[in-house]
């Protein structure tokens, strides 16, 4: 390996360039901000050769990027998913500073996901360097609402990864360094319950209360989770009534619901919509789909996943996978094209007001996704 080539992946700029995106702040419910960081992001892309696409935001969310290689494009490339938005509410930087202790570098979104954003576009930059091109086309694709299951970028997404051979996704690497070749599917119910009012003291029998009917629907949802199964329904919001001296006339919930397999989805959801009353006199009516398919590790899956297992080899450390609970965007292109997940940085703290990054991980990973980008046919 020449000096030259080493300073291509020189953990301290890369930082720096993390550190970049990290200072713009990119709440999801604030679109400025998101086209704020798209800009630099863009902009990084004015002296590569390489084409750039805004698609502008819908929905109260910001704009999507899509950069492509100026080489590849006519036939099924590489496709690399990643998202700029964060949780994290503005202001939050104030709170969790970006700061180094160590091997730990410190930042709102720093894990997830901006660390593994910038780790693929700086490869991407090192396969254009030299002049070089990789054998298949690339085509990055940044959204602006992943963190929100992704409904403006869904279409997009799928299409793009319906025209590709292989999806490689920057979300974080897991426990240690993880990566990922399975992800649960993921679906959202609301729970809509209306009863009748009545004087709780004095008329009680004359009401129907939506709340003991949501008491009844809640436990019919939590029969359902099975934890050998890798099943998971969860009640994470409910709502209703306006006084405790009246019978409840109307009650809400949301659900979450988690499930490993295709067939699991098929199974559960539709007795999820089909909930029913127990009591005359109350209605339940339930919304909501599978948001995200279950990210299944078929053949062609494991055969990317050991390919870039005998790259990180070859570069130096082990590449063990792993299955997650958590969906991503990998989980709409896994069903149809060999998807990779976990390709980002190895940290800690998703979420948290200790999300943090290890420096350590910035050169092999990046290593790696260059070597993807290089070596995939």
Not at 93 to 109: N, S, Y
Not at 150 to 167: F, H, M, Q
Not at 180 to 196: A, L, P, Q, S
Request: contains cysteine; aromatic residues 6%; charged residues 25%.
């Amino acid at each position: 390996m020449t000096a030259t080539s080493a300073n291509c992946f020189d953990s301290g700029s890369i930082l720096d360039g993390i550190r970049r995106w990290v200072e713009i702040e990119t709440p999801t419910d604030a679109p400025e901000q998101v086209n704020k960081l798209a800009d630099l992001v863009a902009a990084g892309y004015r002296d590569l050769p390489a084409t750039v696409e805004r698609i502008a935001g819908q929905s109260g969310c910001g704009d999507h990027l899509v950069a492509r290689s100026a080489w590849g494009q006519n036939e099924p490339g590489i496709l690399v998913l990643s998202h700029l938005d964060t949780v994290h509410p503005m202001g939050f930087i104030t709170r969790l500073p970006f700061k180094i202790e160590g091997d730990v570098a410190f930042g709102p979104g720093i894990y997830d996901m901006k660390g593994g954003a910038y780790l693929a576009y700086h490869a991407f930059r090192q396969v254009c360097a030299n002049g070089a091109r990789s054998p298949l086309g690339v085509t990055q694709l940044y959204v602006s609402d992943e963190e929100i299951g992704s409904p403006t970028s869904r279409a997009l997404i799928e299409a793009e990864g319906r025209k590709a051979k292989y999806v490689l996704v920057t979300e974080p690497a897991r426990d240690g360094g993880k990566i990922v070749t399975g992800r649960k599917g993921v679906g959202r119910f609301e729970i809509f319950i209306r009863g009748v009012p009545s004087h709780a003291g004095t008329r009680p029998g004359d009401g129907r209360s939506a709340i003991r009917e949501l008491g009844n629907i809640i436990q019919t949802l939590e029969a359902m989770n099975d934890l050998k199964r890798g099943i998971t329904v969860n009640v994470g919001v409910v709502r209703g009534g306006t006084r405790p001296n009246v019978i409840a006339e109307e009650a809400y919930a949301e659900v979450d619901m988690r499930v490993p397999t295709i067939a699991d989805s098929d199974e559960l959801v539709p007795k999820i919509l089909g909930l029913k009353s127990r009591t005359d006199g109350v209605t339940v009516k339930v919304t909501g789909e599978l948001n995200r398919p279950p990210y299944e590790k078929g053949n062609a899956g494991a055969a990317l996943y050991e390919h870039a297992k005998t790259l990180a080899a070859e570069i130096g450390f082990d590449l063990v996978d792993t299955s997650t609970g958590g969906g991503s965007d990998g989980n709409f292109t896994a069903p149809h094209t060999a998807t990779l997940d976990g390709l980002g940085v190895d940290g800690k703290g998703a979420h948290t007001h200790y999300e943090q990054m290890y420096i350590s991980s910035i050169e092999p990973r990046a290593r790696l996704l260059h070597r993807l980008y290089q070596t995939l046919r």
